[in-house]
């Protein structure tokens, strides 16, 4: 399959990279250093699943620069805030039976990709292994929970090929499966990132941690509750059929495999980059706004982070 990988960092390069790997010809766009990097030597991928040189890749800063124009699939791999312009780049390449698909964290990634390319076109992605990028043209898998799920929420979604993506990435070595529930998943895994993200960015402790320590557990059960309220007032069709279900699943199988990760969002922060918290927890509270659900854990999770992104560029601001 010809795909474009659109976001290319840390996530986006390991699909991209094991995909190309696999034989496929796969297109990245990212920033301009870690894309030159990769266009002068190649991609790496290190970390859990073993090192791979991926020579066979092709890396631009912008689209505009890609030589292939025709792309069965179009991976979204930005950050949720970068969501609608990405979308804006890439809307003139979707055809008719091209699939977007959103690896991204957060709400309102399937929302924006069916709104400008249709919901046929449209399929979603729970993706549950972390990756980071070490330098220019070399990135890390550093944690692995469990497979990535891909399925869209459309009645006429082109099920054939999403099976098809499916089992491409399954065989290019990232486990990867097919679901008709994907909205309950990503649900799901905003569960498991707004549990974890905020409070790992705020504290700056790994995951295993916060689980460990009775009070920030106390709040991660609270950002649980508040947030199940939330998706069974949406409607949701959920895994779990209740909090206590899926507190069993988030601390008996999704911290274990990643308790030593200390989230991406506080390597937003140090970093001095813009978070996703208002894709997650942020998310939550306006959501609880308009239904009427209280959101007060999410919501005092939200202010921190802010303020720590705000004090965090204060300080990497060159004083006069």
């Not at 791979?52 to 069965?72: E, G, L, Y």
């Not at 098809?164 to 070595?173: F, P």
């Not at 802010?306 to 300080?315: C, I, M, P, V």
């Amino acid at each position: 399959m010809k795909i474009l990988v659109m976001g290319a960092g840390a996530l986006g390069s390991v699909f991209g990279g094991f995909l190309a790997a696999a034989g496929h010809e796969v297109t990245l766009v990212g920033r301009r250093a870690h894309m030159e990097a990769v266009a002068r030597g190649g991609l790496t991928v290190e970390g859990i699943w073993g090192h791979h040189a991926v020579s066979k890749v092709a890396a631009f800063p912008t689209i505009s620069q890609a030589k292939s124009r025709d792309f069965d699939v179009i991976l979204i791999t930005t950050k949720a805030h970068d969501t609608a312009a990405a979308l804006v780049q890439v809307r003139d390449l979707v055809k008719k039976d091209t699939l977007v698909v959103s690896l991204q964290n957060g709400l309102g990634n399937l929302e924006a990709i069916a709104a400008a390319v249709g919901p046929r076109r449209t399929v979603g992605g729970r993706v549950i292994f972390g990756a980071e990028l070490l330098h220019a043209g070399t990135v890390k898998v550093t944690v692995y929970a469990d497979k990535v799920l891909l399925g869209s929420p459309a009645k006429d979604a082109d099920k054939v090929a999403i099976r098809r993506l499916a089992k491409a990435i399954d065989v290019a070595h990232i486990p990867c499966d097919v679901t008709d529930t994907i909205e309950g998943y990503i649900w799901g895994k905003v569960l498991y990132n707004c549990s974890l993200n905020g409070l790992s960015a705020v504290l700056e402790l790994p995951y295993g941690k916060l689980a460990e320590e009775q009070h920030t557990r106390a709040i991660m059960n609270q950002v649980i509750d508040e947030g199940l309220a939330v998706a069974h007032k949406k409607a949701i069709n959920l895994p779990w059929g209740s909090a206590q279900e899926y507190r069993a699943a988030f601390y008996g199988a999704m911290v274990p495999p990643t308790a030593a990760h200390e989230s991406s969002m506080l390597q937003d922060i140090r970093r001095g980059k813009r978070t996703e918290i208002d894709a997650l927890n942020g998310a939550l509270v306006q959501l609880g706004q308009e239904l009427g659900v209280p959101t007060m854990a999410n919501w005092a999770i939200t202010e921190l982070v802010k303020a720590k992104e705000t004090l965090a560029r204060r300080a990497a601001s060159p004083r006069p």
